[in-house]
């Protein structure tokens, strides 16, 4: 496998104007016809002087049947062919190629290219995917006009859809028939699509700020009817926020979703024509939980938002992802804090961040949010590229504020409207619309690594001045030794005694600016000093998440308590909490560890207490504090993660608070429950508030092993009307010790569910991240249930993701057996889907933070893997990498 470089990009030797393409879809092959209008690219023109370079054709496992230039037949003496290129010589600047070869969807299991799921057609070409349909110049900086005929049998495949407006379509012999799409704008043939299948539509319509109608169709299989009705909502919303927010109007007559069962992602953002996971689209309240509604607004606006922010502009080579993917989950970010808790978003997302990006960064994979090389550009869709750059983006609106990012917005989609761009354009934009250097502050697209930021105090009462030292540096990552400071914007306020926030006024300036400015830490070593404070304040630091980096500040435990009640700033509070309980829960560990008695700090169960009698608090907030950060957060944040220690650990702590907690957990539980009789679902925030408190709240409760709580438990279970509650119930039960309910209820589920993919999906997860010893086995089990396939990639994440990336006690269990089970897996997917085989591997890759004994297991499954024969290039390279 080759590994491919930044530094060696060359914009391309032609261009292709016009791209025709036929598709003749049958059961056993398909055939695709392609005509390519082509001419020498003229920037690099000048030194030809008659001589052509040769055309290098990207092109993987087709079967060329035809080829000609300019009409000429060409015969194999006329090109090369090998295993993915196909080189000719044209003679002339301009030309035609016509192009027919074979392929075989029908035994496509990579999902890449064009393939079947289930009984329809569909295709997924980013990154590099188009190569597998037609030979072409597969790369984002070739830009062409796209018309498509699709021709299929008629009762098996009545929906033909592809790019753009439908131009005209027909009857052929033979029960046949055909569709011709044109996409109007130019676009890379990563955003080419095509669907064809037995598939109805839920139709609606968007008038765009310049009165022009959109038609707007959601297709699903004719069973998932009745679940597309949420998604369809959040398309209309959010083509309004795009326009309200960013100026940005949609384009064509027609924007359509399709969803499919069998997809290696969340979702694609093809022109117009949109393809979906099921389980990105399908929404409702009996079969999708709250956070699986939430996830469906989310991504349905992602996707939108990429008509611009990627499909309009685009990135000019794959190095430059995260132009369009930190950008788009900015975007989406900011449109789902604005349908719903601004604070409870940002909560949830810098949690994951935190657990998960921060692991990666701290990994054999890390990489800076523009790569300087890959091996395979699959494995480089990485929460790198998406969450930390979308941080490098939030950062950016930070420094600039909201008018002026919005003003530089304006100004990048204006200058390079159809072109494919870099990160570099991006930045100028910003740049010359704020007039602010950005130099220094590009070091976040190059520079992998968290950045530590360690914070410490000065007062000094005779002057009455208060000074915060920020030291910054960076660990060393793969191929980065020496790190230069970031730009880190700290967005800070300074509470008095009573807990307001103080007016701030740094050295020097004439009046104090507000009571929270954000300060720009630029160097290793820097002071800030406020004046006029007459006693000593207590900072609040990184209000927001301004900046991903790890903070620490000396905080004591009283100190974290009084943020928890009285910081002005959501976030930080919740964020005060959580300190708190890292505090109390690595105390906890080391006890565990030192074979002491466990002792639980009663301030952890007095700053509950307090949130839990808050009754004007946001309910969500209440859950989010009442959630203690995740075995995955503990052991990401320990030098060595030593797993069981962190689970008794936590578990000890659940089940304390459980028992002190009892009174007001089970009134706001009943409370809660109540309402949720009373009223049926709605998918809004309010709802969802209170749902999530209900449930933490029950899962809390049933530690407490009262008869009263397991009644509650089952009534939920069996008399909820929505999703969240049953799931909630289930998973509830299964992690408890009441094996007669559980089995009952595990039964009754899938019984009512078992033609629901998507819900069963839910059922293996809760079982598979159950952390009741035995893991292994049930998962080994349950991937002999009927409806486990490891062909789909949603069965995979539900129940091989969730076991190795959640269960963190059952997977390293001492004796290796978690390890080797999921090498074995990632060894079956290899063959099978490399995408998701290579994604599997994650947990394998985070083998440094074990002991010595884990280590080795680990490392010898990764050099077992390597050892299995022929690797994909998405294997080979995280394997190699995290061996390396
Ligand atoms: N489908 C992926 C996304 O939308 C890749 N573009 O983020
Ligand atoms: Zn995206």
Redesign the pocket.
């Known amino acids: 496998p080759k590994t491919i470089y930044l530094k060696d990009y060359q914009a391309p030797d032609y261009l292709i104007d016009e791209t025709h393409l036929t598709f003749e879809l049958f059961e056993d092959h398909t055939l695709v016809h392609a005509q390519l209008v082509m001419r020498r690219n003229p920037e690099k023109a000048a030194g030809d002087k008659g001589t052509l370079p040769p055309l290098v054709l990207d092109g993987q496992q087709l079967e060329l049947l035809a080829l000609a230039l300019d009409d000429v037949a060409l015969t194999p003496a006329d090109y090369q062919l090998s295993a993915s290129h196909l080189t000719l010589q044209p003679k002339v600047a301009s030309f035609v190629i016509d192009s027919s070869v074979r392929i075989h969807p029908e035994s496509n299991t990579a999902l890449e290219g064009l393939y079947k799921s289930g009984s329809m057609f569909c295709t997924q070409c980013?990154a590099e995917g188009f190569r597998k349909i037609t030979y072409y110049l597969d790369r984002p900086d070739v830009m062409s006009k796209f018309t498509t005929t699709l021709s299929g049998e008629q009762h098996k495949y009545p929906v033909l859809l592809s790019n753009g407006n439908l131009l005209a379509s027909g009857q052929e012999e033979g029960g046949r028939h055909w569709a011709t799409w044109e996409d109007p704008f130019k676009k890379p043939a990563y955003l080419f699509a095509l669907v064809a299948g037995d598939l109805w539509c839920v139709e609606d319509s968007f008038t765009t700020m310049s009165q022009r109608p959109v038609t707007l169709r959601i297709y699903v299989e004719p069973e998932n009817i009745d679940k597309c009705q949420h998604a369809m909502d959040s398309l209309k919303k959010s083509m309004k926020w795009d326009e309200e927010v960013y100026g940005r109007e949609y384009d064509l007559d027609i924007f359509m979703i399709v969803a499919v069962n069998d997809f290696n992602?969340?979702?694609?953002?093809n022109k117009g024509l949109n393809i979906f996971n099921s389980s990105c689209v399908l929404a409702k309240a009996e079969t999708a939980t709250d956070a699986a509604h939430q996830r469906v607004e989310g991504v349905v606006a992602?996707?939108y938002f990429?008509n611009w922010s990627?499909n309009r502009v685009t990135c000019r080579d794959w190095f430059q992802l995260s132009l369009?993917?930190g950008f788009?989950v900015f975007r989406d970010a900011e449109f789902s804090a604005d349908m719903n808790s601004r604070t409870v978003k940002r909560i949830e997302d810098v949690a994951f961040l935190r657990t998960n990006q921060f692991a990666e960064d701290a990994g054999p994979m890390a990489h800076p949010v523009r790569p300087d090389s890959f091996i395979e550009i699959s494995n480089f869709?990485t929460l790198t590229v998406?969450e930390k750059g979308a941080e490098v983006l939030r950062m950016i609106h930070t420094l600039l504020g909201a008018e002026t990012f919005r003003k530089g917005s304006d100004l990048y989609f204006a200058r390079h409207d159809g072109q494919a761009v870099t990160c570099d354009d991006f930045v100028k934009a910003m740049e010359d619309a704020s007039g602010l250097d950005l130099t220094q502050f590009k070091r976040w697209y190059t520079q992998a690594g968290t950045p530590r930021l360690a914070v410490s105090e000065q007062y000094d009462a005779a002057a009455n001045t208060y000074s915060l030292t920020f030291r910054q540096s960076c660990p060393a990552t793969p191929g980065q030794s020496e790190k230069l400071p970031f730009v880190i914007p700290v967005e800070l306020g300074l509470l008095d005694g009573q807990g307001a926030d103080l007016p701030l006024r740094l050295v020097g300036e004439d009046t104090a600016q507000g009571t929270t400015r954000v300060l720009s830490v630029t160097k290793a070593e820097q002071t800030f000093t406020f004046e006029g404070l007459a006693a000593k304040p207590l900072p609040s630091l990184l209000r927001g998440f301004s900046a991903p980096v790890k903070l620490s500040f000396p905080y004591d435990r009283d100190q974290l308590m009084f943020l928890m009640q009285h910081d002005s700033d959501g976030f930080n509070r919740w964020e005060a909490g959580q300190q708190l309980a890292v505090q109390v829960l690595q105390e906890l560990i080391g006890q565990q560890q030192r074979g002491e008695a466990l002792l639980l700090d009663q301030r952890l169960v007095a700053a509950l207490r307090s949130v839990l009698e808050d009754e004007a608090l946001d309910q969500a907030m209440v859950a989010e504090m009442l959630s203690l950060p995740s075995e995955a957060y503990l052991t990401e944040i320990s030098e060595e993660a030593d797993v069981d220690a962190i689970h008794a650990a936590r578990e000890f702590a659940r089940a304390e608070l459980a028992q002190a907690l009892f009174d007001p957990l089970w009134k706001r539980y009943q409370a809660n429950r109540e309402a949720s009789r009373q009223q049926p679902y709605v998918a809004e925030a309010g709802h969802f508030a209170r749902r999530s408190l209900q449930n933490i709240a029950l899962s809390y409760l049933m530690l407490a092993h009262r008869s009263e709580v397991l009644v509650a438990c089952l009534e939920q279970f069996d008399a909820c009307d929505n999703m969240t509650e049953r799931l909630t119930a289930l998973a509830v039960l299964v992690n408890s010790a009441h094996a007669e309910e559980r089995d009952k209820a595990l039964t009754a589920f899938a019984e009512h569910f078992k033609d629901n993919p998507l819900v069963m999906d839910q059922w293996f997860s809760v079982q598979a991240a159950s952390a009741l010893p035995g893991g292994l086995e049930r998962v080994r089990q349950l991937m002999e249930h009927p409806l486990f396939s490891i062909k789909n990639p949603n069965k995979v994440r539900a129940l091989i993701g969730a076991f190795a990336g959640q269960n963190l006690v059952n997977f390293h269990q001492m004796d290796g057996s978690g390890y080797r089970f999921l090498a074995d897996i990632v060894i079956s997917l290899n063959a099978l889907n490399p995408q998701i085989a290579s994604r599997q591997l994650a947990p394998l890759t985070r083998w440094r933070k074990y002991d010595a004994a884990r280590q080795a297991l680990m490392k010898a499954e990764l050099e077992r893997i390597l050892a299995s024969g022929e690797l994909s290039s998405d294997v080979y390279e995280v394997v190699s990498k995290s061996l390396a």
Do not use: N, Q, S
Request: hydrophobic share 20%; glycine share 14%; net charge negative.
């Open positions: 980013e992602m969340g979702a694609m953002e992602h996707e990429h990627g369009k993917e788009t869709y998406y």
